[in-house]
């Protein structure tokens, strides 16, 4: 083992960036004397939500939103910065000079909400387990965590494989830490609708199965005035509401039912938001930036069905979809068309390849198409017609070539079968954007329909991938090393519950994202994800939907919220708080 003596740091990143030095007081998007108080209640979801379980770590079941508040970490994340973490559970922390061992001292007096200490046993036994047992979003970023070794009952020490990417150490720390006694005596990889034993800001206080469930805020929570947390966490109750209708859910929040609401259909952004709570101030319709890379949202094709195998067929639909229809007629034009995977972000390939981007592809020239050398990809724009009969003609095109051809006008293969396609879907305000497009491929022949299940069948169905197309969007850290590896990998294409929904399965895709892993520098990581990107691209495995760099939000009026929003994410309710005065103003004006 490499020489394991540590030097003493204050935060982790994954190349060493940091904004906030070792004596800061608080993050700069909070407003430290921010009240303490109040409710808050959200709609859960941008679709039609449920939950089944209170387990939010494992593939089984239907989780409630919000759990992670329920627990804490050993390091915590700061917002304005990419990656980076700084202490919480953990008082010290020093690495090796080969950054492969990293010791955690835990901080004196912190506890679980039952009063029972928090100990080094309980962060090895976290960590073990959901290494082992836990969801893939969990496990595959703890792959390359070798050995967690208790030294004492304060300190734990973690050590890496050399392989390991360097945001490893900083999402491990980020993982939850569980009672390991508590889970002594139930099984973790069940579901279960007992509220398990935290140690974070907040407890699960009251809930209703698939309708509700309240968080209260933990009063004199250990870890309130430390500089992680100063700010945050103001208010004594959330509450997040279900339902399985976003229309409905929209009515509910226009009869006062739940005080804020992120919208996510441009139509009903457009149309809905002028009742008279609106028109009289007690309701304020707010458009704030998202500086977040965009990701990717798009229809998924899985290949894991022999009728979405043949690249062309992927294609052909592909450029059947008309986006410059859809976001003319459908989506009041408040929408930009994506590309890549890596969308809005310096890891998004752009026109040719550079040399670095070469020297990366090089060696897997003979296995790549030659498109991947050439301008990265996009989606061919549309006439706006609604169906280009020019694009539509290079999709039949396609699909004649994969051996689907056209009898009594049906796409059919040699056996005779029809090509067909079903569309899973949990929301109705998203069937307009299918119907066009269904249209369009019923006009190449393709029997295309929609499959409109309940949310809890949908979950049910994507973690089997048990689908033909599906709705998905790719968001991964600010700095994707690890967490790459559940999209793209080919090990995961057959694990239940992970992120690669279509089922990619390709050498060269696992050989570039462990270039990405394993980039030690930003700009290493960029080109490495720009060259993942061309390659997926050239794969076709997606129809790419569009994208903005804003949230939509409309809430009653009745909060407060710092000045400065945190660049990587929305800031409610972590920041905002309640304001009784505008609460009394908001009941006068009704």
Request: glycine share 6%.
């Amino acid at each position: 083992m490499a020489d394991d003596a540590g030097t003493k740091i204050h935060g982790l990143s994954a190349f060493g960036d940091l904004k906030y030095p070792a004596d800061f007081h608080h993050f700069d998007y909070v407003n430290v004397d921010a009240p303490k108080g109040g409710v808050f209640s959200q709609l859960v979801g941008s679709g039609g939500s449920t939950f089944n379980s209170l387990n939010a770590y494992i593939v089984k079941g239907d989780s409630a939103n919000g759990m992670e508040l329920t627990f804490a970490s050993l390091m915590a994340r700061a917002f304005d910065e990419p990656d980076a973490v700084y202490p919480l559970a953990a008082e010290e922390l020093t690495v090796s000079p080969d950054g492969l061992v990293y010791r955690f001292r835990l901080r004196p007096g912190i506890v679980f909400h039952d009063g029972a200490g928090i100990g080094a046993s309980d962060v090895a036994f976290s960590l073990t387990t959901l290494k082992t047992k836990g969801h893939p979003n969990f496990s595959s970023v703890l792959r390359d965590l070798a050995e967690v070794v208790v030294e004492d009952k304060q300190t734990v020490r973690l050590r890496f494989l050399p392989t390991r990417g360097l945001d490893a150490p900083a999402l491990a720390a980020s993982m939850p830490i569980f009672s390991e006694k508590y889970y002594a005596a139930r099984p973790f990889d069940e579901t279960s609708l007992e509220a398990p034993l935290g140690s974070g800001p907040y407890r699960v206080a009251r809930f209703e199965q698939g309708r509700f469930v309240e968080f209260e805020r933990v009063k004199n929570w250990w870890g309130e005035n430390l500089p992680v947390s100063r700010g945050q966490y103001n208010f004594d109750l959330l509450r997040d509401e279900y339902y399985r209708d976003r229309e409905v859910g929209l009515e509910a929040f226009i009869g006062h039912n739940y005080l804020f609401r992120e919208e996510f259909t441009s139509r009903v952004w457009a149309t809905r938001y002028d009742f008279p709570a609106i028109r009289d101030g007690r309701v304020k319709r707010e458009v704030i930036p998202d500086e977040r890379p965009s990701g990717a949202q798009g229809w998924l094709l899985n290949t894991r069905r022999d009728k979405f195998k043949d690249r062309r067929v992927r294609e052909a639909m592909t450029i059947a979809f008309d986006f410059e229809w859809t976001n003319k007629n459908l989506m009041y034009s408040s929408y930009e068309r994506t590309h890549s995977v890596f969308q809005n972000s310096q890891m998004m390939a752009k026109g040719e390849p550079s040399p670095d981007e070469v020297a990366l592809l090089e060696p897997f020239r003979d296995r790549v198409l030659p498109e991947v050398f050439g301008t990265a990809w996009i989606p061919p724009e549309s006439d706006g017609s609604g169906q280009d009969r020019k694009l539509l003609r290079n999709a039949g095109e396609l699909l004649n070539a994969a051996g689907w051809t056209v009898k009594d006008a049906r796409r059919v293969n040699a056996k005779g079968e029809q090509l067909a396609a079903e569309f899973l879907l949990t929301e109705r305000s998203f069937e307009p954007h299918h119907t066009t497009f269904i249209k369009n491929l019923r006009v190449l022949g393709i029997d295309a329909n929609i499959r409109l299940v309940d949310p809890s069948q949908s979950e049910a169905r994507l973690k089997d991938f048990d689908f033909d197309i599906a709705i998905a969007r790719f968001i991964y850290p600010q700095i994707p090393g690890s967490a790459l590896r559940n999209y793209f990998s080919s090990e995961f294409a057959t694990t239940k519950g992970s992120r690669n929904l279509a089922g990619i399965a390709d050498p060269v895709i696992d050989a570039l994202v462990e270039k990405a892993v394993a980039a030690q520098s930003q700009a290493q990581l960029n080109t490495a994800c720009r060259a993942l990107d061309r390659v997926l691209r050239s794969g076709r495995y997606w129809i790419p939907h569009w994208n903005k760099a804003s949230f939509w939000i409309a809430y009653w009026d009745q909060f407060g919220y710092p000045s400065t929003k945190p660049r990587y994410a929305r800031g409610a309710p972590e920041t905002w708080w309640f304001d009784p005065n505008k609460a009394a103003k908001a009941e006068q004006a009704k």
